[in-house]
């Protein structure tokens, strides 16, 4: 295996230290008010997120940020990226994951990183380090949705097994999702996920909560 695939591997492991264990993208909210109540409707949330919410956004971002040949271009989709949070908390998640994988980066890497939204580092960082794009997405959204699935676990009567069933179920879309991408723009860019940005913002009152978003 390359150390390219190994260094992707790497940062989207549990052990790297950008604390996604912490955000549920508003899914404890959406469990919580019963949106999402069983593995049917999880596994429905996680595919609209994924074609129609921030995982098809997400992954513009990075097409974009991998593609970019100036800072100026860089800046330009931070600004975007924070532009299409869904709220305070959303913005919080991608900005705070995002400074900390450029945090961890810059030291491991002895390259210096500029913080910012997550997809947006993320695209800049593959580049400046020679990761495969195709490979990136994937692998970005296979974690994406991952987490959001152990974070289930965690809020509602969801056992393991089946948590790995519905994300065995999901990794075509995944790809589907990835491969189409390759070929998007920014003119592509958009989002009709209503009832996740709303619980991304309903998040922002509910109590008890384990996850900061």
Partial sequence: ???????????????????????????????????????????????????????????LLIVSAYNADAEAEI?????????????????????????????????VSKQRVEGGPLPVVVGNVAKMQGIVLSD?????????????????????????IEAQQILAELFPQIDDVATNALSASLDDVGSCSFLADLASMQHETIQPRQFRT
């Fill in 1 to 59: 295996m390359s150390i390219e695939l190994h260094r992707l591997i790497s940062w989207f492991s549990p052990a790297f230290p950008i604390g996604a264990f912490s955000y549920s993208h508003g899914l404890e909210a959406a469990i919580a008010c019963g949106d999402v109540a069983d593995g049917a409707t999880l596994k429905s949330w996680l595919t609209h997120l994924l074609r129609h919410g921030s995982g098809w956004n997400d992954c």
């Fill in 136 to 160: 990136l997405l994937s692998v970005y959204l296979h974690a994406f949705v991952s987490n959001l699935i152990s974070a289930a676990t965690r809020s509602m009567a969801l056992g393991q």
């Fill in 75 to 107: 800046q330009q989709l931070r600004d975007l990226a924070i532009a299409l949070s869904a709220g305070k908390e959303r913005q919080l998640e991608s900005c705070l994951q995002g400074d900390a994988f450029a945090k961890t980066v810059s030291v």
